[in-house]
């Protein structure tokens, strides 16, 4: 069941609106900002956004990596951060309005980097930036700063100004060290107020950066969402060391019991779990659970001085049989940073949280001063979707030429043009996607459709196959086709994006090679042989999973039957990739007639 099927439309929180009257109206700021704090929930600082590139290394300074849920490693890819990175990223478009997260004062700002320039061209890191020294402290009571980066050279404030939440700060670009455009927001502890860019010295905090006030937040579209409540559907349900079937279980969900989530990867959600001294977070399927956005956020802050908690907590808060701490203790949360869902409260600051295992299924927790208590979380009246695509049946004509104003794009170079010859049935006009227009050293787009949780559908597109062997000279290609079940992540190949990880019916425009497979962290393995297909022309690309067979159909043709469990669920849609960046005019694929629906006798998550 979708999001949008359990919550009430004509209900809807109408966050569009308001951010159009604030870009409208000057001195409407205040209507604004009036809707930036919908209680429990935040606004993310831009009008609209994706997905997350990147969080924050909670390592700074080591090789190893850990991201906001506690996770290391020492590949960039598993946490959603890279070594170092001391900020969060949120792709998005050049030219998307930046709104201040916080009432403060511009202490820096930098405006003198030209559009689209990097460090190779002479531009500093952080390209045009913006320095907001917020009125109000950290949870430690420390002077906090926000940094927003990779800007246009058109910011719209000005040193000593004072900002207003949701006010106008400038624009989003791809400036600096920047792969591709995004917008870079971090958070400084007692910030430097002289310079725009932090010196490597200095604190920065990943606990705080967008994740300060509130503990989900969404851009105003509600495209983009950070964070998420689950309700668990049965008894006995695994939660495990990593998003595989065959991984650890390291912990048992038990019906009803309420976690946090930060975002979904392969099918499943990464989830806090408390009384565990080995792992801070696991990992729990989409399916599994409702995204159901209720209860109280608790979350103990790390040890005074540790902003890198990557340590338990020397001081462990005991989980009770009762909201008294002479009742028997059931558990402990151990570790720092970690978010637990309350769904009861009791006076004392007492929090009833889940207690995974299958002895108690609650634990009571004292909340004290270490302790973060957020806004009660209510059902919210908010259309979470975004945009009439997480229902089926999708069915997208790319009607209207512009830019696309459907689906999820990894980046914001999708629009729908006139295109001969026209699609079967078609109208004239087809979704072109491309990596036009990068000057960074991404080399891929995409397109998503559904959550997370979906598994027992198909995708299908009409895409238009064009054999251009020498386009990219010897070794330049560009592919592009369907996907279904992505990881969430929208990526298609490695390098800096996000890796892939999906299954796909991909065409090679270099060889004319199509083949049926899946994306495992950027690469394509192929099942059964490739076709070749050397003529150009409109073709029907449909990928159909249920279970775990996949099946892949050219023109109504089946081509190839697969069984696999990697993937068991999530989004579908549209990709592009190619391999040259020197970005020579004329690339780009096309696309016509998307759908996306339920598989006839098949319950969706089933
Ligand atoms: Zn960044």
Request: charged letters at 20%; one cysteine or more; hydrophobic letters at 30%.
């Amino acid at each position: 069941m979708s999001l949008q099927m359990k919550f009430s439309k004509s209900k809807r929180w109408c966050c569009r609106a308001a951010a159009a009257l604030c870009i409208l109206a000057t001195g409407a700021v205040t209507a604004f900002a009036e809707h930036a704090s919908p209680g429990p929930y935040e606004i993310l600082p831009f009008d609209d956004a994706y997905i997350v590139e990147a969080f924050t290394d909670l390592l700074q300074g080591s090789d190893d990596i850990a991201d906001w849920t506690g996770w290391t490693s020492n590949t960039w890819d598993t946490p959603h951060a890279y070594n170092d990175h001391a900020a969060t990223d949120f792709s998005m478009g050049t030219g998307t309005p930046l709104r201040a997260i916080t009432t403060g004062t511009v202490i820096a700002l930098r405006t003198n980097v030209q559009e689209n320039s990097h460090p190779k061209d002479g531009a500093p890191y952080y390209g045009n930036c913006v320095k907001i020294k917020a009125d109000g402290k950290s949870p430690r009571g420390e002077d906090i700063a926000v940094i927003t980066a990779h800007m246009l050279p058109t910011v719209q404030v000005s040193v000593g100004q004072r900002v207003n939440v949701g006010q106008l700060i400038g624009y989003s670009d791809n400036t600096g060290n920047s792969t591709s455009e995004h917008c870079h927001v971090e958070s400084n502890i007692n910030p430097i107020a002289s310079t725009a860019q932090q010196s490597s010295s200095t604190i920065r905090c990943a606990f705080y950066n967008a994740h300060y006030k509130y503990p989900i937040m969404l851009s105003p579209t509600a495209k983009m969402r950070v964070g998420n409540v689950l309700r668990v559907r049965n008894n006995n349900t695994p939660i495990r060391a990593d998003k595989y079937e065959s991984s650890t279980q390291i912990g048992t969900a038990q019906k009803d019991q309420l976690y946090f989530a930060s975002f979904p990867k392969r099918g499943y959600y990464r989830v806090f779990i408390p009384n565990s001294t080995s792992y801070r977070s696991g990992w729990i399927r989409a399916v599994d659970c409702d995204d159901v956005l209720l209860g109280t956020v608790i979350q103990p802050l790390p040890d005074p001085g540790d902003y890198i908690h990557a340590n338990m907590l020397n001081t462990r808060y005991p989980m009770y049989e009762t909201a008294s701490a002479s009742s028997n203790v059931v558990g402990y949360v151990n570790w720092a940073g970690g978010r637990f869902v309350a769904v009861e409260q009791a006076p004392g600051d007492w929090y009833k949280i889940a207690l995974p295992g299958t002895g108690a299924k609650w634990g009571w927790v004292k909340a004290d001063a270490n302790m973060v208590v957020y806004p009660e979380l209510i059902n919210p009246t908010i259309d979470l979707s975004g945009a009439d695509n997480d229902q089926f049946p999708m069915i997208q004509n790319f009607t209207h030429t512009g830019p696309l104003d459907y689906g999820k794009p990894k980046f914001d170079r999708r629009n729908v043009v006139s295109f001969y010859p026209t699609s079967p049935g078609g109208d004239g006009f087809a979704l072109k996607l491309s990596d036009d227009g990068n000057s960074g050293d991404g080399e891929n787009e995409t397109i998503r459709y559904g959550r997370p949780e979906y598994r027992n559908y198909y995708v299908q597109c009409d895409v238009y196959l064009d054999y251009r062997p020498s386009y990219l000279g010897a070794n330049g290609y560009e592919t592009y086709g369907v996907f279904i079940r992505d990881d969430c992540f929208g990526g298609w190949d490695f390098y800096f994006e996000g890796p892939g990880n999906c299954y796909a019916m991909v065409y090679n425009s270099k060889t004319g090679e199509l083949r049926c497979g899946k994306y495992v962290n950027g690469s394509l393995v192929t099942f059964g042989s490739p076709q070749t297909i050397t003529v150009d022309g409109w073709n029907k690309m449909r990928i159909e999973t249920q279970g775990t067979t996949i099946r892949y159909y050219l023109n109504g043709s089946l081509k190839t039957t697969a069984t696999d469990t990697d993937f068991i669920s999530g989004p579908c849609g549209l990709g592009y990739r190619s391999s040259n960046r020197s970005y020579p005019p004329g690339r780009g694929a096309y696309f016509d007639n998307f759908r996306a629906d339920l598989l006839p006798g098949s319950s969706v998550t089933d």
